[in-house]
């Protein structure tokens, strides 16, 4: 299995959250692991976010920043060319996503057609609808 992970899911892999053992058991299952160039900011945003909020510590958060980039050569990531970002374009608006959420998703897309066993997975509710008949889901 090829599995594409939004920056949702990636999240998971650093941080113990409901649905981090579903992730984990979908890495660990993968061939390969196929991530957006643009997932890298979205964590290092997310893991800041929750420092900010008190549900990290500094100490965490640099600990995290740390391992997420020494395992980022491990992810087999695919970059934000003109192609996926008309494509995102065409999905935020047709959609109703989020850019980054588009940009994510005509990602997914774009890998799919080239690799038909890509399975994305993700748990932002409206981007997994979104994702109905674009891409296959991960169940």
Same mark, same amino acid.
């Given at each position: 299995?090829?599995?594409?992970?939004?920056?949702?899911?990636?999240?998971?892999?650093?941080?113990?959250?409901?649905?981090?053992?579903?992730? &984990?058991? !979908? %890495?660990? /299952?993968?061939?390969?692991?196929?991530?957006?160039?643009?997932?890298?900011?979205? @964590?290092?945003? $997310?893991?800041?976010?929750?420092?900010?909020?008190?549900?990290?510590?500094?100490?965490?958060?640099?600990?995290?920043?740390?391992?997420?980039?020494?395992?980022?050569?491990?992810?087999?990531?695919?970059?934000?060319?003109?192609?996926?970002?008309? &494509?995102? !374009? %065409?999905? /935020?608006?047709?959609?109703?996503?989020?850019?980054?959420?588009?940009?994510?998703? @005509?990602?997914? $897309?774009?890998?799919?057609?080239?690799?038909?066993?890509?399975?994305?997975?993700?748990?932002?509710?409206?981007?997994?609808?979104?994702?109905?008949?674009?891409?296959?889901?991960?169940?």
């Amino acid at each position: 299995m090829i599995l594409f992970l939004d920056t949702s899911a990636l999240v998971k892999l650093y941080v113990q959250e409901t649905h981090s053992n579903t992730v &984990e058991k !979908a %890495v660990a /299952a993968a061939n390969d692991v196929i991530v957006s160039q643009i997932t890298l900011a979205e @964590a290092v945003s $997310a893991f800041h976010y929750r420092t900010v909020k008190n549900e990290l510590s500094s100490a965490d958060e640099t600990q995290i920043f740390k391992q997420l980039l020494e395992d980022w050569d491990t992810f087999d990531c695919v970059d934000v060319n003109e192609l996926v970002a008309k &494509e995102a !374009a %065409v999905l /935020a608006r047709s959609r109703g996503l989020r850019g980054a959420d588009a940009v994510q998703l @005509a990602t997914a $897309a774009w890998v799919s057609r080239a690799q038909r066993s890509v399975q994305f997975l993700a748990f932002d509710e409206k981007l997994l609808e979104a994702a109905q008949g674009v891409v296959r889901v991960y169940e």
